[in-house]
């Protein structure tokens, strides 16, 4: 007979096992998707700077579709930084550089914080970085009121997806932790130099307000979009978190991490980002294998995908209920009579 231990091992091999035929990169389609993303960012930019003297309405609406490039970059940004989109790791770091001067982050803070978020993830006792700040009812019930009050505008929808998202960018990213390191420091710092360099140069050759109208409303979508894709993929009502002593990483990839099932075009803007239980069992798998890897794996597919709708549910919640292994509304406690 097996010991369970064993058997464990066993099942961790088939999982590796098939994550690794799809842990490939292919430099055709990463070099299609870098085209693919960021000449018709350009286009666009063009267009709704010509766009100023039309309407400005116009440029809005060209900004949505714009955002939607934007969020390829970033998902570029995003596997450069977990070594998946190129063999070669200094060719990503170039490339991931780049890419991170477009969406205004500093490519090495963000990854570091990203890292700790995938090693973490559901993990009650090591959360924070990287993350959707929750906590429990019972760390809420130990607050001040000052802080409490400071916890539900963090939480506020309007906080999260709307103001929240753009502070992160334009102003938060621009000033590292205390405790990184110098080195990540120094590149915080060399990042917001070159973006202020670049707004510079883009105020001497088409004004400055020309281009905040025209980048402002862009990064404030993208950034509002990536923010809820972000939450609904952590905070779900069947996520399950976990103490340290019973987290377990292929566990908490599946049931830590949603698939949000979305329309074929939004998936394509997001670069697959939705199948993200897999990305996290697997952060080296290109985004363009994502899919491949689900529709070919049976144990890779969720049982439950959160729909479009389904997700809009999902913006309701704000503690962890550590009783009963569930995310709940402040409304949910108050009509459940429980203090906090």
């Known amino acids: 007979m097996k010991s369970p231990q064993t058997v464990k091992t066993e099942q961790e091999k088939t999982w590796m096992e098939i994550v690794k035929d799809y842990n490939k990169s292919d430099a055709k389609k990463s070099w299609w998707q870098v085209a693919n993303s960021f000449i018709p960012y350009f286009g666009l930019w063009v267009l709704m700077y010509y766009s100023l003297a039309w309407s400005y309405w116009i440029t809005l609406g060209l900004s949505i ?39 205004f982050t500093p490519y090495h803070k963000w990854h570091m914080d990203h890292k700790i978020h995938h090693s973490t993830m559901g993990n009650l006792d090591n959360k924070g ?16 009121p000052i802080q409490k009050l400071l916890y539900r505008i963090y939480r506020h929808p309007i906080t999260l997806f709307i103001v929240g998202p753009l502070l992160l960018f334009l102003v938060i990213f621009r000033w590292p932790p205390a405790s990184r390191s110098l080195k990540e420091k120094i590149y915080t710092h060399i990042t917001s130099v070159v973006l202020a360099l670049a707004v510079y140069l883009m105020h001497l050759w088409i004004g400055i307000i020309p281009f905040i109208m025209i980048q402002l409303p862009i990064l404030f979508v993208a950034a509002g979009h990536g923010a809820w894709l972000f939450y609904v993929q952590h905070q779900y009502e069947d996520v399950q978190w976990r103490r340290q002593k019973d987290w377990d990483y292929k566990e908490m990839a599946f049931e ?12 394509w803007f997001t670069g697959n980002v939705g199948f993200h239980q897999i990305h996290h069992l697997s952060p080296r798998m290109p985004n363009y294998n994502l899919e491949k890897c689900y529709n070919e794996n049976e144990s890779m597919q969720a049982d439950t995908p959160i729909t479009w709708l389904k997700a809009l549910n999902c913006i309701k919640y704000r503690l962890w209920d550590e009783e009963r ?16």
């Open 65 to 103: 579709i714009a955002a939607g490039f934007l969020l390829r970059i970033f998902i570029i940004f995003h596997d450069c930084g977990h070594g998946s989109f190129f063999k070669s790791q200094k060719l990503a770091r170039v490339v991931g550089i780049i890419a991170a001067g477009f969406i």
């Open 129 to 144: 970085v990287g993350d959707v700040r929750t906590f429990t009812i019972e760390e809420y019930r130990q607050f001040t």
């Open 325 to 340: 292994s569930r995310l709940v509304s402040f409304r949910d406690l108050k009509r459940e009579g429980i203090s906090y």
């Open 256 to 267: 830590g991490s949603s698939y949000l099932k979305l329309p074929r075009i939004l998936q």
